[in-house]
Structures are given as C-alpha cells and as structure tokens.
C-alpha cells in the first residue's frame, strides 16, 4: 500500500520540482527616461537592455515603465508593478525624489527595490520600511569627502553653493556643509533652484557677491549645467565643483565649452581606462565599459550606466541563494531575494566593492569614487583610488 502512495505522490512532487525550476523571475523596472531626469535614465534603460534573459538558470522578464521624472507617476508605477504584474523586484527609480516615495509601496508588498538615486536618506537610517530598500549609487557622504578633501588640497577657503531644491539638494547641503566646516572651508552664500527652472541669474549674483574662491553645484544631469553657465557668463573666475550626478555624455553636449575645467566626484566605471593599474575594480569597470560601448558607441558609458549594471550583478549574486527558499512570484522568494541583497559580500561591481549588512544597504567604501575633471569635453580621471 505505501510503494501505492508513493508511486502516485511521485509525479505530483516531481511536477511541483518542475513548475518550481521552469517559473519566470519577474523584475519591475522604473526610471525616468523622460523629463528633466531624461539624461540620467537613458543610459540607465541601455544598461538593462544589456541585461540576460536568464539568471541563475532562471528565465527572467523585465518590466521597464517610466515616471517622466515624476514621484507620482513612481507609485502609480511601482503599484502597477506589484499588484498588477506580480513583480519579484524593483530596480529604481533613479531620482531621490522618486526613490523616496516608493519606500511605503515596497514595504507595504514586501518588495525589495534596488534603487538607482543617490540620496543617503533612501537607506538610512535603517527601520522597518528601509529594510527593503537597497542602493547602487555610492553615498553623498563618499563624494563629498573626497570632493572636500580636493577643496582643501587646492587651497579653497570659502565655497558658494547652489543645489537642487529637493532631496538630492538637500542631501548634499547636509553632507557638505558638514565636512566644509571639518576641513576650515567656510561657505559664504547657499541658494537653491528647481530642476526645470530656466534662470538662476538671482541665485548666481548672490553667490558672486560673496566673492568665494569656488562654487559647488549640487545638481545632477543636464539641470545642472543652467548654475554653470549662468556663472560663466556672468565672467566668475574661481573653481567649479560639481557632484557625480553630472556623469553623462548630455551634460558635455549641453555644458560644451562652459563645463570645461569642471572638478566633480565620481565612480570609478566613469574613468575606467585611466585608472591606476591597482585600483581593485579596474578589470570589473573596464569588463563593463567595453561591452556597452560595443553595443552603444565609444564615449557613451557613463555613472548611471554603471549602476544599473551593478545592480545586475547583485542581483545575480542574490538569486541561487533565493531560489533555494521559495518560488519566484512568492511572497517567500522576496523575503529571500531581500536576506541574499542584504548579505552581500566581497561582490565587486563596476562602481566598488560591496559589503552590505543589516545597517548598510550600500555597502560601498572609499573604492567607490575617484575624483575627476572635465578636460577637452570629456570626464578624466584627476586622482584617487
């Protein structure tokens, strides 16, 4: 009677085997490939493009949707995305704004997101909704230390700033202003503007009057170029800084001459071929760099390129782990999806070295940035790493 049992419960467990090894991993995709944020998400959906179809012996589907640089197009996304596709993971939004307001949706689904926008604040600190957020890009933190230290090696006593009017501003002001005042650089003059402003020429006078020795521009993609030009134009002479949020070949179309000389932090993928030969993720970078730009053009990599592959490689990293403890569609293989990302170690990407834990879902460290410079329209590499 049991050989009876078992010969029938047999194809029944070996069905459940198979429908658990052939089911399709599902991965939602939101960016801004449209809006003032277009210049950052372009090169982010080439990225994906790139991706393969299967991982980890698994058939995976990309579901790729864009907020038009929205935060409520985000979660209108972001929900049609879980409830409506069934999602096993979100790979974005790639603007703090976006990426903050997905937190609720993530958490609420139990859906890890690996968020593709800079802001520290979309990590930490640490609670119960952050537990599923993750982040590619490296820390404000990072760049501004090396940012600042660059400042004080030239001699930069006092510093104007002019940043985004929104998290990505807000963060930087924080992080910033903090080490200006650690490294003696005094910040005489602090404006903000929105990224689809079209003048900052009252922003720019109260800067210049202030007479600092360089400005720091806390914007990212082509919105960053308006404080730069208008600067220019207006005959300033002292240093520029901008932040690594400027790293993409739009920014040197739409900058042209008035970008040149530009000092701004940046990941090493950016800078790739002109790294020292003993910068530990040099091969990853260069491996990376190669194969877009043999789909893409010479030129065309850039940080936000970058990230959206290193958040491919955690992925890949994350899955054998995950398939061990549920099906992919299930709220268990989330839960273990989120526990693989978490546990990271040791997994070189083209933007560092990542070893995540439960208070760091970053995981990125000094290799993460080098400092470059903006020469001949093209992003060089200036030192660090």
């Given amino acids: 009677m049991k050989k009876i049992m078992y010969s029938c419960l ?22 801004a490939v449209t809006g003032p944020a277009a210049a950052i998400g372009a090169p982010t959906k080439n990225a994906i493009l790139l991706w393969p179809k299967e991982i980890a012996g698994q058939k995976v589907e990309y579901i790729i949707l864009d907020d038009a640089s929205d935060p409520t197009n985000a979660v209108r996304n972001a929900r049609k995305l879980i409830s409506e596709e069934k999602v096993d993971l979100i ?68 510093v104007g700033f002019i940043g985004f009017a929104d998290a990505y501003g807000d963060s930087w002001w924080r992080e910033f202003s903090h080490l200006a005042e650690l490294r003696k650089i005094k910040v005489v003059a602090s404006e903000r503007y929105n990224r689809n402003d079209s003048s900052v020429t009252g922003q720019i006078l109260k800067i210049m009057a202030a007479q600092p020795d360089a400005v720091l521009i806390a914007a990212s993609a082509t919105p960053a170029v308006l404080p730069q030009k208008t600067l220019v134009e207006r005959g300033y002479k002292g240093r520029i800084y901008q932040t690594h949020g400027i790293a993409t070949a739009d920014f040197l179309k739409v900058g042209g001459k008035d970008v040149e000389g530009t000092f701004f932090p940046t990941g090493p993928a950016v800078v790739a071929r002109q790294l020292p030969l003993s910068n530990p993720v040099r091969k990853t970078a260069l491996d990376f760099t190669s194969r877009y730009e043999a789909a893409y053009g010479a030129g065309t990599m850039t940080q936000f390129a970058a990230d959206a592959w290193g958040a491919y490689m955690l992925l890949a990293n994350a899955l054998p782990q995950a398939l061990q403890a549920g ?31 439960a208070k760091d879902h970053v995981g990125l460290d000094q290799r993460s940035r080098v400092m470059g410079r903006i020469v001949n329209n093209k992003f060089s590499y200036a030192y660090g790493g």
């Fill in 10 to 31: 047999a194809p029944i467990t070996m069905l459940a085997v198979c429908a658990a090894a052939s089911a399709q991993i599902k991965i939602g995709v939101d960016i």
């Fill in 327 to 357: 099906q992919p569609g299930s709220k268990q293989f989330r839960a273990a999806l989120r526990t693989a990302l978490e546990n990271t170690h040791d997994l070189t990407i083209p933007q560092g070295v990542v070893n995540m834990s």
């Fill in 91 to 158: 790979v974005g939004p790639n603007t703090t704004p976006a990426a903050l307001a997905l937190l609720d949706v993530v958490a609420e689904s139990g859906t890890p997101m690996l968020a593709l926008a800079a802001s520290a604040s979309i990590v930490e600190p640490q609670d119960a909704k952050r537990a599923w957020a993750f982040k590619l890009p490296q820390n404000d933190s990072h760049m501004a230390t090396i940012l600042t230290q660059h400042m004080a090696a030239n001699g930069i006593k006092t």
